[in-house]
């Protein structure tokens, strides 16, 4: 029998926070009780689990040494400040930010073998969903492809960026189908209906954050510390679902059908019929596998792989790796 864990969730008013304590449930994950915690503006709400509506509270007064594991679903800052004093207090951390040094990023169908590496306190990082998404559908490309650079443009959703950017996109939406003045307030510029080559703040050198994140742990989850990643992330105005065109420079000639094989029976990968492709509306949202399409080589080199991956990136990306992760640990330390 499990035994059963005492759980804190730090950003249980969020989407991802959400989505996460809904899959516990649905998961029958070994929970005895649950703390739901929040800034001072969230706290006081409801959130059901489990049959009861569980008050949601101050992560600020809370007192970690109440439970074992802590997911933190929330912002970078919240994070630094909160996850030092979860791990002081004994307990194991999953956060989801990408804010904390030191921590292992972990995909379990990708990097699982890194659990037995772990020592206490285990502090983990569930990585960014683009991430998540590109490990799920490369890394069993691995042992077929001898990779030598990876070119992704990423298409992320606006709940990458919170509710308040989805609720961005539905009034801009809104004013423009009913001919009134568009006012932009989270982006700088009208999203609705439109592209925005950028997602967040440029560094001295042109890239964003949530870019060098996405490069970083995508390096460390297939174990390859040296490969060449280059990563435009493109914000579209879709509520939810990200999708990635992704090419693949490999050293050697691409084995086509090989690779259909490897996708085809890979954990969490949905591999569509040639011919045909995934949309995150159509295919992607609420489901808990990331969607691959268009496989093909390149068209003057037998030497690249092209790939359209599209995946929930609240549910998938976000909060079902976060408790894959839980579960696999749980099942190592057994």
Known sequence: MTQLIDIAVVGATGSVGETLVQILEELSFPVATLHLLASMESAGTGVMFAGKKLKVREVESFDFKQVKLVFFATSAAVSRSFAPKALK????????????????????????????????????????????????????????????????????????????????????????????????RIFDRQVAFNLLAQVGAPDEQGHTGVERRLVSELRQLLGLPDLKISVTCIQVPVFFGDSFSVAVQSRRPVDLAAVSRALDSAASVELVEPGDYPTPVGDAVGQDVVYVGRVRRGIDEDEQLNLWLTTDNVRKGGALNAVQVAQLLIKHMA
């Open 89 to 184: 207090a004994g307990c194991t951390v999953i956060d989801l930010s990408g804010a904390l040094e030191d921590a292992v990023p972990l995909v379990p169908e990708a990097n699982a073998e890194r659990v037995s590496q772990l020592s206490q306190p285990v502090l983990i990082t569930s990585p960014a969903a683009g991430a998540v998404a590109l490990a799920v559908a490369l890394a069993p490309l691995k042992g077929l492809l001898d990779m030598e650079r990876i070119q992704i443009n990423a298409c992320l959703s606006m709940s990458a960026q919170g509710k308040e950017a989805v609720g961005e996109l539905a009034r801009q939406t809104a004013e423009l189908l009913n001919a009134r003045p568009l006012e932009p």
